[in-house]
């Protein structure tokens, strides 16, 4: 639908900056012209966006760009950490439960990472102004990384591999998935961060193509806010 389609984009020009927190959008009349649709079009994705506090209205004076949502926005076409995504919102992050093992790898993972040795996870919660909003398990070849986790552990896993590894994460294939109540891993989640879970199954590629590592991402539904445009 086109309002759906106008709604996207504007959450898109939020998301790169195009639209600041604060900032007053441009006129009805204005915004029907650039998105080629009607005012009741238009008027439809504007509320939508204000039901969900991505946007404020003021009366008689105009629409702006909520200081602070409610919830995490990002669009699944653009690749950073989920502690990133929690900084953009203007959220204090801080990292919870850290920990990190070796184990014998699930057939899945030894086939995404095309590897036949145990793995090293480093497993940990995120929160966002002191509440558990995700909870992830990064999952590494052994031979990759033997060495590099000793000892304590925090930040940005992208960072970590840049500058201690060298290693420069280019881009991720995605599956997003509903939870299995047999899987051990997916009710670890829930009992860390509740029941209502989206479960991000990422590879994550370096500059040479080669399967760096595998992530299992669980994130607060009410929390987080995924969206991708379609065409």
């Known amino acids: 639908m086109l309002y759906l389609r106008v709604k996207e984009e504007i959450e898109r020009s939020i998301n790169e900056g195009e639209l600041k927190p604060g900032e007053k959008l441009p006129s009805e009349p204005e915004l029907a012209k650039k998105f080629e649709v009607s005012r009741p079009t238009l008027r439809e994705a504007l509320k939508m966006l204000q039901r969900e506090k991505v946007l404020i209205s003021k009366n ?7 200081n602070r949502p409610d919830f995490i926005i990002n669009p699944l076409s653009k690749l950073q950490s989920v502690g990133q995504m929690i900084k953009n919102e203007g959220y204090t992050e801080s990292e919870l439960d850290i920990k990190i093992y070796t184990r014998e790898p699930e057939d899945d993972w030894k086939k995404q990472l095309q590897i036949d040795e145990k793995v090293v996870i480093l497993e940990r919660s995120r929160t966002a102004d002191g509440k558990k ?4 398990y990064n999952i590494f070849p052994q031979s990759l990384v033997a060495g590099h986790f000793d000892g304590e552990f925090s930040g940005a896993i992208f960072d970590f591999l840049k500058s201690k590894m060298g290693i420069n994460i280019t881009y991720a294939i995605t599956e997003i998935c509903a939870l299995s109540s047999s899987k051990e891993l997916d009710q670890k989640a829930v009992n860390v961060i509740g029941n209502e879970i989206i479960l991000l199954k990422q590879l994550h590629f370096d500059e040479a193509d080669r399967p760096v590592f595998y992530s299992l991402d669980y994130l607060k539904n009410n929390v987080f806010k995924l969206f991708i445009k379609r065409e």
């Open 60 to 66: 008689g004076v105009g629409t702006y760009v909520n």
């Open 133 to 136: 909003v995700a909870f992830y």
